[in-house]
């Protein structure tokens, strides 16, 4: 009976109220955190701090699917309702400051935390996402970014694994099975932000020319691979800091990879977890590598974490933001004519979208992905262009000053720039924030006025002009012209076209597939490049074409294990299987690519192991149990295609 009271007192509650951010003011929480791995359980006692705003009858915290042991505030005992996705706190709130409640909670986090490895022997860590997911499934917290908090985390685990989080490490001690990790934070920041992650990692660090701390941390195993994979990072950090003029504003910067990841990368507060399919090699460096992710997360230590958006509305304060200052400190590292390109092709993107009527305004929060990013980042560089770089810089640093550790909205931003420009900007506002439409021919305008590798693309029309095109491949014009005349004419490749960069004769692997006799000897080089995407697509295509020559082309690829996902290696087994070369060994080659199936292995590396085994139709037993396994995974995108393939063998 108590329950079903409560329940209609707090529900009429909550719908009559104003906003719990217009109420109270959740200004600490500190918790002391234990995990049972094994069981996928957590326990929690939580400290918090919060100040009454107006007078009311109760307040809330989120909290998903959680058991509350204990509750007590101000040191009384409470009453509470525990809905399932909050827990409510009945009481006579006056305007007051520092209020204390103290919580006991279990719970077995659904999601947001995840557990991965621990049913199978795999690789264990723990590591956590909060946005778009809900912090409060193992925290109990605030969901809502408005309010901003200050976290300090204490977790207790098994010894021999790193504990990471966000702030500062202040005390670690370790006991006779368990270590205790204590981590503070100095300022407040919105739960989604909060992280976690557990893992047998080492550590490399290096310190900004400011003095901040950057930690990198790496799997055991992957020391050679350090270097390639954090490349720049300390250059960017220095750039971005000097650049945005405002000094990074935490204590510490941390980067940690996880296994399986639900992103490339997440930017929370002094602790960028990313995808360990980023964790590279250096030949993998030259076509998959973490520069853009490590200087877009790094962006976001300011532009989302420090302030951060109101709403969805304005979602491009972050992303666009977090693009375009990326692309500012990659242009730092690799030259203008880089920036220029990408910006190009952020406008073709968004051209094909607005082709496809998919076209939205920068303000309306359903925009896709690619209009948050890139178009957001591209009418930050026309906004740059349009009042100056010097400008541009002192709006920015006014508004990150001026709304610091506090949340924002685009008015705030424009208003900034407005005052240091003295100009009014409602046209441009109106232009390229409200409209739906997309002006490409705006940007292109611009791009071909400022880089003469737009310039000369632009010109580049093999359709229409063939002879000139033939000509294009041995001159001096960017490679990434060479490679839009290898898409266009692919059949018109000579021999001396061989003689590009690394980056031109992988189009030539990836678009030449038909080879000439004529041209035999210098394909087969290309299966020296050190790049992993020009030697797959190359053996593939010789061995299509040449036939005769598999076991030559077999015996020169046979140590190459190529990116993470092993795109190499399972190609060179399936190859192997499929032409029979090695009839000895054709059992030992069909049990291991069997084996890449396994949740033991990245869902990458599996994702690649059940296509191939599709491809041949031999998903036996123990690939279909994987697969099976497989369409349960936290990856909605492996997730899916994992079920589509199950669907395709019913
Ligand atoms: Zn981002």
Known sequence: MKYIFLAFFFSTSFFTRAQQTDVVDFTSIELKLEIASELKRISGKVNCTFDILKETDSIYLDARAMTFNSVVLNEEEVETYNDGKRLWIKGDFKPTDKNKLFLEYDAMPKKTMYFIGWDNEGQNQIWTQGQGK????????IDDMNDKIEFDLNVIFNNDYEVIANGKLMDKHIGKEKTSWSYDMKQPMSSYLVALAIGKYDKKIETSKSGI?????????????????????????????????????????????VKDFLYSGMENTSTTIFSDTFVVDSIAFVDKNYVNVNA???????????????????????????TFYALLAERHVFGEDYYYWRLYEYAQELLAQDKAGHSTALLDPKSSSATFYKKGALVLHLLREKVGRTTFNVAVKNYLEKY??????????????????????????????????FHYEEIEYHLRASSNLIKGHLQIDCEAYTSKCEEYLTSWIADESKIKVIEQMPNRIKAEDFKNSIKVRQAIAQNLTKIPLGLKKEYESLLNDKSYLTVESALYNLINNFPSDTRKYMDKTKGIVGFNDRNIRQLWLFLALVTDVYPEQSESFFKELTSYTSPKHHFEVRELAFQFLKGMRSCNEECTKNLEDAAKHHNWRFKKSAKELLEQRQ
């Open 134 to 141: 809900y912090t409060s499934h193992w925290l109990p917290s």
């Open 213 to 257: 701390p950057l930690e990198m941390y790496y799997y055991p195993g992957d020391s050679t691979k350090v270097e390639p994979t954090y490349r720049y990072t300390k250059t960017m950090f220095d750039f971005l800091e000097k650049e945005i003029g405002v000094s990074y504003p935490w204590q510490n910067y941390k980067q940690v990879p």
């Open 404 to 437: 610091k550790y506090k949340n924002v909205e685009t008015k705030h931003f424009i208003n900034e720039v407005e005052e240091a420009s003295d100009e009014k900007l409602t046209t441009f506002v109106q232009r390229w924030l409200r409209d739906k439409d």
């Open 296 to 322: 877009h997360e790094l962006a976001h230590q300011w532009f989302g974490d420090l302030v951060t958006e109101t709403s969805g509305t304005h979602h491009w304060l972050q992303e666009g933001f977090a």
